[in-house]
């Protein structure tokens, strides 16, 4: 890579030879009026394995990109009206105050951000506001079973389904392989979305046909059986279960929390300057 840049050096150094009469300092690979690009600033640019010759190509190709915005920023300043340059700078500054002020924050709240959520507080958010939370679509709890009709052990399996012991549930998850697909968890909700995916003879118009709670509800196609067993079932517009919802609440109250915190430490920051004068307001009329 050192080889790599006294050859950059020199190529550079004989076109400013060429253009100006005169060669770059050492280490200084180009200059636009008082701007200089040193050989710092393009290390790491070129990965390792690439030749020389594109080594010299991706680098120069970097020179002159930096050139055109140094030369088009001087000409923009040269240019551009003093009110314009006035309402740029002004958003310059806002953002470069934007940028500290979030970065000094995320410090604050790193050091002090308490960030466990136990179930007691999941409960006591959601008792307060699960008015807020209603499906967006209908929510079921659910478990199915898809069998080859050629399958020998197709009787079985689905007596074993049909009557869900523990015994009978133990059955089947050991064959499983047995299954084309399955769903044995039915103690979490799903929405109907996955359900429609997974089982596209389940549709929005005949769902309630088929979702039928407490029952086992048996369907055929040319090639397969599928037996769908459903525990409970929410409709849309209702309020969301608790279990549904938890990783969203704890998301939202965690976000409260830093919320207030990020509050606590304006109000703060600004008492304590009003307190010892470096914050003042003119009262005189």
Known sequence: MKLLFKLIVLFFGFISCDKSGSNLDSGVLAVVSNSKLYQDDIKGLVSAGVSKKDSIIIVKDFIDRWAS???????????????????LNKLVDQYKNDLYTKAYIEQLIFKSFDTLVIDEDIIEYYNKNKENFKTNVPLVKMSYIQINKNNPKSQLLS?????????????????????KSYAFNDSI??????????????????????????????????????????????????????QY???TL??????????????????DITADALKDGTYQINTKK
């Open 69 to 87: 915005q140094k030369l088009l920023f001087d000409a923009a300043e040269r240019n551009l009206t003093d009110e314009k340059q006035a309402e």
């Open 159 to 179: 007596s074993k389904f049909a009557n869900s012991s523990k015994i009978n549930k133990a059955f089947l998850k050991e064959n499983a392989i047995e299954l």
């Open 189 to 242: 909700w799903i929405d109907m979305n996955q359900v429609y995916e997974k089982l596209p003879f389940i549709t929005m118009d005949n769902k309630e046909k088929y979702l039928v709670t407490g029952k086992t509800i048996k369907y055929e196609d040319e090639t397969d059986i599928y037996l769908v067993k459903t525990s409970n079932f929410i409709a849309k517009n209702q309020v969301t279960p608790l």
């Open 245 to 247: 919802i938890k990783p």
């Open 250 to 267: 704890q998301n939202v109250i965690l976000n409260n929390r830093k919320t207030a915190l990020i509050n606590k430490f304006k109000k």
